[in-house]
């Protein structure tokens, strides 16, 4: 077979929604390290945008590794989006709470590698239920995020200030807008692949890259 087609095919099984949390959180997490860190610096409220991203690449590599216990672990730690986006707890608790959750996924993602069984190996028919619903609470956890945002933080951020900056700018905005419509991609993606030629997982991989795109462009043109 042809290089060139072998790589064509390669890429086309990265392209899907799962891939597209894993590059959301690497580059959210590289933004916040490096050019956006003196933000931090000035106000560490900010400091949540180490934890939620290291849950988007949390969920990308549960995606991947595709073992009950590891998609397990992501559906679970992506709810930590409700304590720390209605701040109950600082940004530093957050992220040690997020890296635990990291370090157990990579843990048990050891342990499966030498097991010849996975480590939960429920009934068949409950096995297929938990690999194609597991990953869709994992991605109903990160939407939260949104959710909180405009339903609650918007409104009214005052009562979250203690550990939470306001956060009406248009790039947050539009990235937790687009978050809504990665999560449908996400989730349909779980039992649909194709609607006639609609792919489903590209257009979640596509979408997700948009959601970087979009918001870098707002704030360069618009300065937020």
């Known amino acids: 077979m ?7 095919i390669e890429f086309n099984r990265f392209m899907n929604a799962g891939n597209g949390f894993l590059l959301l959180g690497i580059l959210w997490l590289v933004f916040w390290l490096i050019p956006a860190f003196f933000l931090f610096q000035e106000d560490p409220r900010w400091g949540h945008n180490f934890a ?6 949390i969920v990308g590599l549960a995606y991947n590794i595709n073992k009950i216990s590891c998609q ?4 679970i730690a992506s709810y930590i989006t409700i304590p720390t986006f209605l701040a109950f707890w600082s940004w530093d608790t957050a992220t040690i709470i997020a890296l ?9 993602y050891v342990l499966e590698r030498i097991r010849k069984t996975e480590i939960i190996n429920p009934k068949q028919r409950l096995k297929a239920w938990l690999k194609i619903h597991l990953m869709t609470f994992a991605y109903l956890g990160l939407v939260h995020m949104p959710l ?5 933080r918007w409104l009214n951020p005052d009562p979250f200030l203690n550990y939470l900056p306001i956060e009406h700018h248009v790039s947050t905005s539009i990235f937790n807008a687009m978050l809504f419509i990665l999560t449908i991609l996400a989730i349909m993606e779980r039992n649909i ?3 006639g030629s609609f792919n489903i997982p590209k ?3 596509i979408w997700s890259l948009l959601m970087v795109i979009i918001p870098i462009i707002a704030i ?3 300065g937020e």
């Open 72 to 75: 397990t672990i992501a559906a």
């Open 220 to 222: 360069n043109i618009l």
């Open 193 to 195: 692949k194709k609607i």
């Open 52 to 57: 939620i991203p290291i849950l988007f690449i």
């Open 203 to 205: 257009a979640g991989f």
């Open 148 to 152: 909180i945002f405009f339903l609650v």
């Open 2 to 8: 042809d290089v060139d087609i072998v790589r064509s």
């Open 100 to 108: 635990i959750f990291a370090i157990l996924l990579v843990l048990f």
